[in-house]
Nanobody
Framework: QVQLMESGGGLVQPGGSLRLTCTAS????????IAWFRQDPGKEREAVSF????????FYGDSVKGRFTISRDNAKNTVYLQMNSLKPEDTGVYYC??????????????????WGQGTQVTVSS
């Protein structure tokens, strides 16, 4: 019943933009923090961004600061990741993940309870 589903990935040229969407169902979305992670073959899963359940707290990985923006609409059980000025190194499968909004280390993927299947983002000329 618990489900997270990512969408919005695709092929984009360097410098372009994409908007990823994570839609949730089957749990009390408003009580959970949401994060985006990404992964390429041979690399560890990398934390991209985080948003708290309701107070607006956000975090970003160093490599995406100033280019990506995370937001959420609890009424729609949805989180967005606006990605601008995309670089080839942004290529990967992007996953959204959820966990109860209590004290934790946001960029540690093992902290999260629920995961989507991911959406592929490819940045290439």
């Amino acid at each position: 019943q618990v489900q997270l589903m990512e969408s919005g990935g695709g092929l984009v040229q360097p410098g372009g933009s994409l908007r990823l969407t994570c839609t949730a169902s089957g749990f009390t979305f408003h009580a959970f923090a949401i994060a985006w992670f990404r992964q390429d073959p041979g690399k560890e899963r990398e934390a991209v961004s985080f948003i708290n359940s309701s107070d607006g707290t956000t975090f970003y990985g160093d490599s995406v600061k100033g280019r990506f923006t995370i937001s959420r609409d609890n009424a729609k059980n949805t989180v967005y990741l606006q990605m601008n000025s995309l670089k080839p190194e942004d290529t990967g499968v992007y996953y959204c993940a959820a966990r109860r909004d209590v004290g934790f280390i946001w960029n540690q993927y093992r902290e999260y309870d629920f995961w989507g299947q991911g959406t592929q983002v490819t940045v290439s000329s």
